[in-house]
């Protein structure tokens, strides 16, 4: 079996980084941009994930977990921690169509991806403002008190939410795995 | 289980899904740790899930069709990378 980009650089094969930003580089600067708001801040935690990236990528296994889910991990951590070291600031870019009709999704790659197809059925499955929350919270990383405020809601219910979210997406998440029993027979 | 360890564990797991949603401090660290003295610290699997969400909410996201790396980001990355300028 070839080995995967991040074994590829793990090894030294200096063409597996560029193939990895190709692959990754737009999706991780999506996900950075939304959840920082800021772009000067968003370019400073792209450069950091990557760093991790590839200082990580020697323990990369693709049996325990795919490229990008393994890249997003690394990328959520370092998204985190420079916001606990700075607030956010609101996304000022306006969302323009025409621009969107010109560009490739960077991310649509992912959609081919089984553990993310099998989120979004699950995130598809909850009531709307419980999705709503979660994509506040883990998507763009408003803080619990604010997301309160932008919804009129108690903030313990905010809290509540979020963390039951994540609970039950994990849930079916294990549910959707094979059972290795299955594949065998 | 006793009762002390079902409380230890809830608060594991409490602080795991803390560290994944908004991250932890100082003392909330050292409290993992202490909670996980085997275990790989790094290890959490709700950060994995948070990590997931994201990419399913990316997913969904229209807004995300413009949101091109720019090439001068790029360069700085490749520039990063082992074998990379900054690595000579």
Request: glycine share 4%; net charge negative.
């Given at each position: ?43 400073d935690?792209?450069q950091?994930i ?62 081919e ?26 998507y ?12 009129a ?30 594949q065998?027979? | ?36 003295p ?10 994995e ?5 994201q ?11 413009e ?22």
């Amino acid at each position: 079996m070839a080995a995967s980009l991040l074994e590829q650089v793990a090894q030294g094969d200096q063409s597996a980084v560029g193939k990895v930003l190709d692959q990754y580089g737009d999706l991780v600067w999506s996900l950075a941009r939304r959840f920082l708001g800021n772009s000067p801040e968003a370019e400073d935690a792209v450069q950091d994930i990557f760093i991790a990236v590839w200082s990580s990528a020697e323990r990369y296994k693709p049996e325990l977990a795919s490229e990008v889910t393994f890249i997003a991990t690394i990328a959520r951590r370092r998204l985190i921690d420079r916001l606990r070291k700075n607030s956010r600031t609101p996304d000022s870019e306006t969302y323009d169509e025409s621009i969107a009709a010109q560009n490739p999704d960077p991310v649509n790659r992912i959609t081919e991806n089984v553990e993310v197809e099998n989120v979004v059925r699950v995130l598809n499955d909850m009531p709307e403002q419980h999705r709503e929350i979660l994509s506040l919270s883990i998507y763009e990383g408003y803080s619990h008190s604010e997301i309160a405020d932008r919804l009129a809601i108690p903030l313990g219910t905010v809290k509540t939410r979020v963390r039951r979210g994540l609970i039950h997406i994990r849930e079916q998440l294990e549910l959707d795995e094979p059972n290795p029993q299955e594949q065998a027979s | 289980m006793t009762r002390r360890a079902a409380e230890l564990s809830n608060r594991l797991e409490e602080l795991l899904l803390e560290q994944a949603i908004s991250g932890l401090d100082e003392s909330q660290r050292t409290e993992l740790e202490q909670l996980q003295p085997q275990g790989d610290s790094a290890a959490n699997p709700f950060m994995e899930t948070a990590a997931l969400v994201q990419l399913g909410l990316a997913s969904m996201d229209a807004a995300n069709r413009e949101r091109l790396m720019p090439a001068s980001l790029r360069q700085k990355l490749l520039q990063d990378a082992p074998g990379g300028e900054a690595a000579k």
